[in-house]
Structures are given as structure tokens and as C-alpha cells.
């Protein structure tokens, strides 16, 4: 059974610190990985890695993935309070379209101002 | 972009009733739709995989008799929390992945903004 695992659940920063999130994986067969930011509703998708080594970027938000050592990161710099959200990574099904995925924990930063 | 719409947003309802939650595919058609169940500042835990036009499929520990779900169109699935109780009351999100021509499975799910059910 594929498995993901996010570390550190709980994070808490100060506005214009600097984090690192981490997503450790094991599957059958990789495709992708994917990163979600849930505020307060409907979580939005961030990134989609598929290869690694390349790092996928949007703003202050970053991402990349190793494939070698089956993890991936997501940084974010400079933090604001509207950051704060639960993130979370997953990985789609192995060969099909309507398998479902797996989520890791997610893991909740907090940035206060 | 892809959209989900859920509703209602948000319902409180008296123990032993039931719920009904919608999830519609607003541009485009799902075969297959998510139902997630989450608990404060914690994951989505899924509850059931629904299928257009067959059973849903239920992950272990989820009382399909309780949570009935239905998939009767490309673009509309529901779930109906039945007798509800006061545990049932928590954050509830479907989810769907728009087709995304070859690498369908591959492509970003799309959420709906989820329904907070508060039974009482």
C-alpha cells in the first residue's frame, strides 16, 4: 500500500522566517507527486513534481523533488500570517484514473506576525 | 480552471435526522468523485471513492449504511449522512480529478469547499 509521510506536523514561525516542509513517500509506481495548501475550505493545488531535481517555483513558493531518496521538499521564504495553512502532499494512483489518492498528514504552519 | 461545488456550505441538524450533501462537477464530467471526512487541523481522511452509475467504494471502517453515496450523473455525486448523531459532526469534502487528456490519473484533484455538518 503506498504511504506518505509529512514532517513536521505542527510548525509554527515568525512573519519573514524562512521554512522547509518535508514529504517522504513509498509506492508501487511513481508518477507524481502533488502539493495542496488548505486554508480554511477547499484545499488549491500548489506544485506537481514528476521529475527530480527540478525545482518548480511560484513566488515565494518552492518545490522540489528527489527521486533517488524518495522525498520531496516545499519551501517557502520570507513568510506572511497569510501562509498560514494546513499543506498537504499526496500522490496520485499507480494506473488509474479513478483511483484515489494517498495524503500524507499535512502539516500545519502557523506564522504569526 | 476546474471547478467543484458543494452544498450546502454549512447545516446543523437534530440527532437522527439525515443530511444530504452535494458534490457537482461544474465544467467538466467526473466518473469518479472523493469523499473525505476531516478533523480539525488534521488531514482528509477518505472515506469513500464514488463511481458513476455503480456502487461506491468504501474504505475500511466506514459504515456504508450510514454515509450512503450516489453517483446517479457525470457531474453530480451526493452523500447522505443517515441518523445522524453528535459524532458525526465534522468537516466533510469531496473531491474530483478534471480529465486531463492522456495522464488523467495524474492530473490535480479539485476540491469542493467543503460542508461543516453540526448535529446536535
Redesign the interface.
Known sequence: EDKVV?SPL?LVVHEGDTVTLNCSYEVTNF??L?W?KQEK?????LF?L?SSGIEKKSGRLSSILDKKELFSILNITATQTGDSA?Y?C?V??????????T????T?LTVKP | GAVVSQHPSRVICKSGTSVKIECRSLDFQATTMFWYRQFPKQSLMLMATSNEGSKATYEQGVEKDKFLINHASLTLSTLTVTSAHPEDSSFYICSARAPDGFNSYNSPLHFGNGTRLTVT
Open positions: 509529512q505542527s508518477r507524481s502533488l495542496y475550505k477547499a484545499p488549491t493545488f506537481m514528476t494546513i498537504l499526496a496520485p494512483p499507480s494506473n488509474t484514473n479513478a483511483g484515489k489518492s495524503f500524507g498528514d499535512g500545519t
